[in-house]
């Protein structure tokens, strides 16, 4: 195979076998093909997965295929595919998500076009477990640039498995960070730390599943917690100095945010039972 232009990194664990199947297809029927598929097990129970990803990489030879000998973690699978990538692009990818046939050659033209941005995200479809599309509508994201790192400062507005980002700025800033639930968005305040331009391409090329089981759902105090931190430190110009400063130092402010949150939601029940 020619060196590729783009690498797209993916990580698996207990995903329902469905999802990956969609997930890996969408990636493989892409308009652009100048592409290797790095995936990850992260699990070397999930047979199922293993022995399909198997299968697909005998009959595809841009599949790379990577098992963990234990569950390490996301971050550690990212970082691993990360390494193994030769692309000039790297592009993420979840295993419940489904990417628009044309997702990678409309991000590999913008990149093209806009040598200096470092990072693009793009807007997304809501999908349900059954893979039906979800009629609330989510609210807009492309922003002027201007505007996008400002909102940054105050929390993450992408959506990380539609993004693209350039392999040589991993190289300078370094990979992710084992930060739970949280290593996304340390990726891009470390971008915006080292005045990186990043952008939200104002198109809808990811379809990306909200699932009742998911980390996000069930981690999301700590995920709230680990981000205040990061906002925090960002604040402060202290990314890099990551052990600086403590939950217990944060937790009063997250909490105060928590309780208006909490209030607000309450406020709405009651007004809905009273219709």
Request: cysteine-free; overall charge positive.
């Amino acid at each position: 195979m020619n060196q590729p232009k783009v690498s797209i990194i993916m990580s698996f664990y207990n995903e329902n076998i469905t999802y990956i199947k969609h997930a890996i297809q969408s990636i493989l029927t892409q308009t652009y093909q100048n592409l290797e598929f790095i995936i990850v097990s992260d699990n070397p129970n999930n047979i199922e997965a293993i022995k399909y990803v198997q299968d697909v990489m005998g009959r595809d030879n841009r599949i790379i295929f990577l098992q963990n000998e234990s569950n390490f973690g996301l971050v550690y699978s990212l970082n691993l595919a990360i390494r193994h990538a030769s692309g000039e692009y790297i592009a993420r990818m979840d295993a419940d998500d489904v990417s628009v046939t044309t997702r990678i050659e409309e991000q590999v033209q913008y990149m093209e076009k806009h040598k200096d941005v470092h990072l693009l995200g793009t807007e997304v479809e809501l999908i349900d477990e059954n893979s039906n599309v979800i009629s609330s509508k989510i609210k807009k994201r492309s922003k002027k640039e201007k505007n996008l790192a400002r909102i940054l400062r105050y929390g993450n507005v992408f959506i990380h498995p539609s993004i693209i980002i350039r392999k040589a700025t991993f190289d300078e800033i370094g990979y992710y960070r084992e930060i739970k639930y949280a290593e996304d968005y340390d990726l891009i305040l470390r971008m915006l730390d080292n005045n990186k331009k990043i952008a939200i391409l104002d198109r809808k090329l990811l379809r990306y599943r909200i699932r009742s089981d998911s980390i996000s759902r069930s981690k999301t105090f700590e995920q709230n917690m680990n981000a205040e931190r990061l906002r925090i430190l960002y604040k402060r110009k202290k990314l890099n100095d990551i052990e600086s400063i403590s939950f217990d130092q944060i937790e009063v402010s997250l909490v105060s945010k928590i309780n208006v949150s909490l209030n607000k939601l309450l406020f709405l029940i009651m007004i809905k039972t009273l219709k």
